[in-house]
């Protein structure tokens, strides 16, 4: 794993509870990550410290990783993590043992984890049985940040 970068500047992200998708103007223009040709520079994450291009991503991704200041694995999890805050709720969501998951009502349709049923019982009690459960990464392969911000909140029982 990368060492974490000395001025740990991930302190200065604060999630937020509106996604925005676009920088607003004056973002755009106060942001010292974009030139006044509107190019955008490459930057070090806040969070984990690698070097990330920009311009390497569509524009709505390079807006946000601009916006954050984030690489693109970190900005990542930050949404994760908004998503399950906001829109997800309640169940909605777990983490176990890193891995984060959502979980999505019975679909005739393509589910997730190939529809295997996962009996999940979360730590305040609830249990859920779940044949649409999608994978969206192990949080153990992230900035440590990350897996602090969020920890197993669920078991698989058999
Ligand atoms: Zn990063």
Redesign the pocket.
């Known amino acids: 794993m990368a060492s974490e970068p000395r001025n740990m500047s991930a302190l200065r992200y604060k999630p937020i509870k509106v996604k925005q998708l676009h920088l607003t103007q004056s973002e755009l223009h106060s942001n010292p990550l974009i030139t006044n040709n509107m190019e955008l520079k490459k930057f070090n994450?806040c969070?984990?410290?690698?070097e990330?291009d920009p311009n390497e991503w569509v524009k709505d991704c390079s807006e946000k990783l601009v916006k954050y200041q984030?690489?693109f694995?970190?900005n990542h999890w930050r949404e994760q993590h908004e998503l399950d805050h906001t829109t997800r709720g309640e169940h909605g969501w777990a983490v176990i043992n890193g891995s984060h998951y959502t979980l999505y009502p019975h679909t005739n349709g393509i589910r997730g984890m190939y529809g295997r049923t996962y009996k999940i019982e979360f730590n305040d009690g609830a249990v859920v049985d779940c044949d649409n459960l999608w994978h969206q990464g192990d949080l153990n392969k992230a900035?440590k940040y990350w897996r602090e911000l969020m920890p197993d909140n669920a078991v698989i029982r058999q």
């Open positions: 994450c969070i984990c410290g690698k990330e984030m690489c694995t970190c900035a």
